[in-house]
């Protein structure tokens, strides 16, 4: 009896365990508090955003740009002068969730051309929705557009 009684205090405590672990990777998995306002609405998790207008990745939770220079990877707080005329609101922003996708750029480049110039992906600032009510806001460069027109586009899913 103390036997079956020791097996079933060990299983359940294993099937405790698994189930801690879960809960633990889900919660970890959600990141929508670090996005920026001009991140896309409709993801609750977003690593990276490849931004195809200019070549270049956004790093969602270290709030870095990543942009190629002289066949080099930069990681910037900013974006560098050439980038000046970029507009984060309206620009076209694909959510990648792979590390390092710098790595494979030419398939990000050539899987997203066709959506260099459009402009009608809805983004955080404009959601009415409540899950962005705390969504971080720190990164809103002066160079970026404020104006105060709300588009409204459908989203896109990597």
Same mark, same amino acid.
């Given at each position: ?21 879960? !809960? ?10 670090? !996005? ?10 977003? +690593? ?15 709030? !870095? ?33 792979? #590390? ?5 750029? +030419? ?36 160079? !970026?557009?404020?104006?105060? +027109? ?6 896109? #899913?990597?």
């Amino acid at each position: 009896m103390k036997k079956i009684l020791f097996a079933a205090a060990i299983l359940i405590g294993c099937l405790s365990f698994k189930s801690a672990n879960a !809960q633990l990777h889900v919660s970890v998995g959600i990141n929508i508090g670090s !996005q920026p306002d001009w991140g896309p609405v409709g993801y609750d998790r977003a +690593d990276y955003y490849y931004m195809p207008d200019i070549d270049a990745y956004y790093d969602v939770n270290a709030h !870095q740009y990543v942009y190629s220079s002289n066949n080099v990877w930069i990681h910037s707080a900013s974006l560098p002068p050439r980038y000046s005329n970029y507009d984060a609101y309206h620009g076209y922003k694909v959510v990648v969730n792979e #590390r390092t996708p710098w790595v494979h750029n +030419d398939v990000y480049r050539t899987k997203y051309s066709s959506y260099r110039g459009k402009h009608n992906q809805s983004v955080i600032r404009d959601s009415h929705d409540a899950k962005y009510r705390n969504h971080w806001k720190g990164d809103n460069d002066k160079r !970026q557009s404020h104006g105060k +027109d709300h588009d409204k586009g459908h989203d896109h #899913r990597n």
